[in-house]
């Protein structure tokens, strides 16, 4: 792909984000746990007499633990704050040796304890090294591609008039055009949100590529690609969507929206199975249960259908 409808590095791919928003439930999770039950973590870590002083350590590691998961969950810098858990999973390890040697821990505990230990840190430096590899900037991404039985001159005019994505794209409202080369866009965001942007057009090749970027003072910072090529066989016009963006919260509000439902390669896959059928039958096939309205969103919560009498 070129690189014009990027935003920045390249997208972090699902891999990584997965293992990091883990990783940072895991911190708060455990953090939690070492705070409000400090003796039971303690014999659990192979300490047989959990006095005060080992109640008191352990709940100072678990406020550590809570600074971690909120810093690698809400926080900019991810590599850095999973690289922070590293070096607290060396001085775990070394928490937990000088403990057992001073109550005589069981060895069978103290040898499942510190396989738990080295799991993790292991885990830690795996999500440290895809971060540092693929940037920390909390770019997202989706792409996709569908054939359709239209000639790529059809295809191209339709998505370049910007104001026709509403038609099939459920989460725009609104594009408009203006004489100075810049669309405005509105769209509704997780829970109900709603997102504004300006952007421009960085690439306007006829009948083969579309490519645009938000502006400063996006609320979402966004870019999108649109290659138009024939399909094999004559088959029609093959079109192949990137998009790429970094919502609010980075990698932790893209976690949090997928939790809602708002899966982007999904979404995309579904507005493109629309613009097909925008351009081959004239507009969305819809069930004869389907709410009033016109809009692509009026029609999401389509019932089942229904034989008309």
């Not at 040796?97 to 080295?118: D, E, H, K, N």
């Amino acid at each position: 792909m070129t690189t014009t409808g990027r935003i920045g590095r390249p997208a972090r791919r699902d891999g990584a984000a997965g293992l990091v928003q883990g990783l940072g439930v895991f911190s708060l999770a455990l953090g939690t746990a070492e705070i409000t039950a400090p003796g039971v973590i303690a014999r659990l870590a192979g300490v047989r007499d959990a006095g005060p002083t080992s109640r008191a350590t352990t709940v100072l590691y678990g406020v550590r633990e809570l600074v971690h998961g909120a810093g690698i969950l809400g926080g900019r810098r991810k590599a850095t704050w999973v690289r922070t858990r590293i070096a607290g999973d060396v001085l775990d390890i070394a928490t937990v040796l000088t403990g057992a040697a001073r109550s005589g821990a069981s060895p069978t505990r103290l040898g499942l304890t510190l396989a738990a230990l080295a799991g993790v840190t292991a885990t830690d430096v795996v999500a440290a090294r895809r971060l540092s590899q693929e940037g920390d900037d909390g770019e997202c991404g989706a792409t996709a591609a569908i054939t359709v039985n239209r000639s790529r001159g059809e295809a191209y005019r339709h998505w370049r008039d910007l104001e026709h994505l509403p038609e099939f794209m459920a989460h725009l409202r609104t594009v408009r055009e203006d004489t100075s080369g810049r669309s405005h866009w509105e769209a509704s965001g997780p829970a109900g949100t709603t997102v504004r942007w300006d952007a421009e057009m960085t690439t306007d090749r006829e009948d083969e590529e579309i490519s645009w970027r938000s502006v400063a003072g996006a609320d979402v910072e966004n870019a999108g690609t649109v290659r138009f090529r024939d399909a094999a066989g004559g088959r029609g016009t093959e079109i192949v969507v990137d998009l790429r963006y970094r919502p609010p919260g980075g990698s932790t509000g893209a976690a949090v929206a997928k939790l809602l439902g708002e899966e982007p390669n999904q979404q995309l896959r579904d507005d493109l199975r629309r613009f097909k059928q925008v351009l081959e039958i004239g507009e969305v096939v819809r069930s004869e249960g389907s709410p009033s309205g016109q809009s692509t969103r009026q029609q999401l919560a389509q019932r089942p259908a229904q034989p008309v009498a």
